[in-house]
């Protein structure tokens, strides 16, 4: 059984005149556990994207116009066997449904709500508070799509027959609902219904445009899941230091 796990973080901020944020505490051994079996769990995926070949993190959406036809293209192609071993380490991350739960965004909340109730009696604008909360937010961002949407949003847009765009018609497609509507329909299930969707939505696109967004929000995802993962591995040795911009 994982005992209590002591920590010693702090929070540091270059352009804040060198205040620090401080915390101290015991991470109890429950949820220890749970932040160690993600851990395990990302080991899993760690040695999947070694067996990818030239699998690079990084990637650039590219549009371009050639013949008068919209052309896309993605600079981190995926082999079809590679993908599909990727996604099938990312189900605990994603589903939220296993036992225990490790997905992504409810490890991060616990372990954040924890620490945040040990300094519970500061002052919501205290730097403690805010800084260890945006924090957390950015790994949520990130892992959600939204950091990606901040860069850059991708609608699909419907127009009436007169040319208007109809009200709540269009879609964002870089979005975390998206990406689940498109693993569920040939990913982690079949639905037909998404499977409708996405392909009523890809007509309005280049061939293979959304598949490569989709991808790109996989690599953001797998980004995430590494900066927590080095989170949690800090946190073994007692001791995290964390630079905020």
Same mark, same amino acid.
């Given at each position: 059984?994982?005992?209590?796990?002591?920590?010693?973080?702090?929070?540091? =901020?270059?352009?804040?005149?060198? !205040?620090?944020?401080?915390?101290?505490?015991?991470? @109890? #051994? $429950? *949820?220890?556990? +749970? &932040?160690?079996?993600?851990?395990?769990?990302?080991?899993?995926?760690?040695?999947?994207?070694?067996e990818?070949?030239?699998?690079?993190?990084?990637?650039?959406?590219?549009?371009? =116009?050639?013949?008068?036809?919209? !052309?896309?293209?993605?600079?981190?192609?995926?082999? @079809? #066997? $590679? *993908?599909?071993? +990727? &996604?099938?380490?990312?189900?605990?991350?994603?589903?939220?449904?296993?036992?225990?739960?490790?997905?992504?965004?409810?490890?991060?909340?616990?372990?954040?709500?924890?620490?945040?109730?040990?300094?519970?009696?500061?002052?919501?604008?205290?730097?403690?508070?805010?800084?260890?909360k945006?924090?957390?937010?950015? &790994?949520?961002?990130?892992?959600?799509?939204?950091?990606?949407?901040?860069?850059?949003?991708?609608?699909?847009?419907?127009?009436?027959?007169?040319?208007?765009?109809?009200?709540?018609?269009?879609?964002?497609i870089?979005?975390?609902?998206?990406?689940?509507?498109?693993?569920?329909?040939?990913?982690?299930?079949?639905?037909?219904?998404?499977?409708?969707?996405?392909?009523?939505?890809?007509?309005?696109?280049p061939?293979?445009?959304?598949?490569?967004?989709?991808?790109?929000?996989?690599?953001?995802?797998i980004?995430?899941?590494?900066?927590?993962?080095?989170l949690?591995?800090?946190?073994?040795?007692?001791?995290?230091?964390?630079?905020?911009?």
């Open positions: 059984m994982s005992q209590p796990q002591p920590y010693d973080i702090m929070i540091i =901020r270059p352009a804040s005149d060198g !205040k620090v944020a401080h915390f101290t505490g015991e991470i @109890p #051994n $429950d *949820l220890w556990a +749970i &932040l160690l079996r993600f851990r395990e769990q990302v080991s899993k995926l760690e040695a999947c994207l070694r990818c070949e030239n699998l690079n993190l990084n990637y650039t959406l590219s549009w371009s =116009r050639d013949d008068e036809a919209l !052309k896309f293209e993605t600079h981190s192609a995926i082999r @079809p #066997n $590679d *993908l599909y071993s +990727i &996604l099938h380490c990312l189900r605990p991350f994603q589903l939220q449904n296993n036992k225990p739960d490790i997905s992504f965004n409810t490890t991060v909340s616990r372990l954040q709500k924890y620490i945040r109730e040990r300094i519970k009696g500061k002052h919501e604008k205290d730097i403690h508070y805010v800084w260890l945006e924090f957390f937010k950015s &790994l949520k961002e990130e892992y959600n799509g939204q950091a990606g949407q901040k860069q850059c949003v991708i609608e699909s847009v419907k127009f009436t027959s007169s040319g208007e765009i109809p009200p709540n018609e269009n879609k964002s870089n979005c975390e609902n998206m990406l689940n509507s498109w693993l569920n329909a040939y990913e982690f299930h079949h639905d037909e219904e998404k499977q409708h969707l996405i392909e009523d939505i890809e007509k309005g696109f061939p293979g445009l959304l598949d490569s967004v989709f991808v790109g929000m996989i690599l953001d995802k980004k995430a899941i590494n900066r927590f993962a080095g949690i591995d800090r946190l073994g040795t007692g001791q995290v230091n964390i630079c905020l911009p």
